[in-house]
């Protein structure tokens, strides 16, 4: 089965280091079946442009601005990185949610934007080990959709892939089990239903990330009711992200 491997690289590498990296991969991934797309920082989307634009790699941004443009110094809109070619964008990673304060307002809002400027969007939700242990993580996740894709319609949804990432998961896939995830991609799919329709329910993407790495990938990846894996640290090396992206599932 063809799968979508996302690469985040967070607030990692420099444009230099990007562009050996970009130009190996798009190497190696030739003749891959699954989808592949990287998202490196900002600053190396024009070295993206360069090296991977005409390769079977995409690429997109870890973030953007809900607004459009004007007088928001430091930030970077959706027409910016989209005019660099990018097709993606991360929109939703706990990282901005729990370091930099982003609520299901904001998200909504910064997905609105992006669908609105042909972006397709990787939407990060998940649980925190508090509320998994209090018993809410299944109820958590369906708030965060039902707040994050309000007012999206459902035919925008072709152009959203939800990407289940448990807090507790991220950077290390401590005990995270097969049967974790499947719970949580039926719960996602429920809420699907509930907001929308079987028929999206059917159709969505669910992508897991936290903690992919060489050792647990296949196992990962083989999971029928996953469309693919975000993936962080692993994605650094070029030749580990290489051998999961060109796997055949
Ligand atoms: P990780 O990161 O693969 O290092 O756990 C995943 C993510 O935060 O997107």
Redesign the pocket.
């Known amino acids: 089965m063809k799968k979508l491997i996302v690469a985040?690289f967070?607030m990692n590498t420099t444009p230099s280091e990007f562009k050996a990296y970009a130009m190996t991969l798009a190497t190696k991934a030739k003749g891959s079946k699954n989808n592949i797309v990287v998202c490196p920082p900002y600053t190396h989307l024009c070295v993206a442009k360069e090296i991977l634009s005409g390769s079977k790699v995409e690429y997109g941004a870890q973030n953007i601005s809900d607004e459009e443009n004007g007088a928001l110094t430091g930030e970077i809109s959706a027409n910016m990185i989209k005019d660099l070619g990018a097709e993606y964008v991360i929109i939703g990673?706990?990282?901005r949610r729990t370091k930099f304060k982003e609520n299901d307002k904001l998200i909504n809002r910064k997905i609105k934007t992006a669908l609105a400027n042909g972006l397709k969007v990787v939407l990060?939700v998940g649980e925190s080990m508090q509320t998994r242990a209090a018993k809410q993580a299944l109820t958590f996740v369906r708030k965060q959709l039902d707040d994050d894709l309000k007012g999206i319609y459902e035919n925008e949804l072709e152009s959203v892939v939800i990407?289940y990432?448990p807090i507790w998961?991220?950077?290390?896939?401590k005990n995270v089990t097969s049967k974790d995830i499947q719970k949580m991609v039926e719960a996602i799919k429920k809420e699907i239903e509930y907001l929308y329709s079987d028929k999206a329910s059917k159709k969505i993407s669910i992508i897991y990330?936290?903690?992919?790495t060489l050792i647990n990938y296949k196992k990962v990846l083989s999971l029928e009711f996953l469309n693919g894996a975000?993936?962080?640290?692993?994605?650094l090396d070029v030749d580990d992200f290489t051998v999961i992206a060109k796997e055949n599932y």
Do not use: P, R, W
């Not at 998961?169 to 896939?173: D, K, L």
């Not at 990330?209 to 992919?212: E, F, K, L």
């Open positions: 985040n967070k990673h706990s990282e990060c990407a990432e998961a991220i950077g290390s896939g990330g936290g903690g992919v975000l993936i962080g640290g692993t994605c």
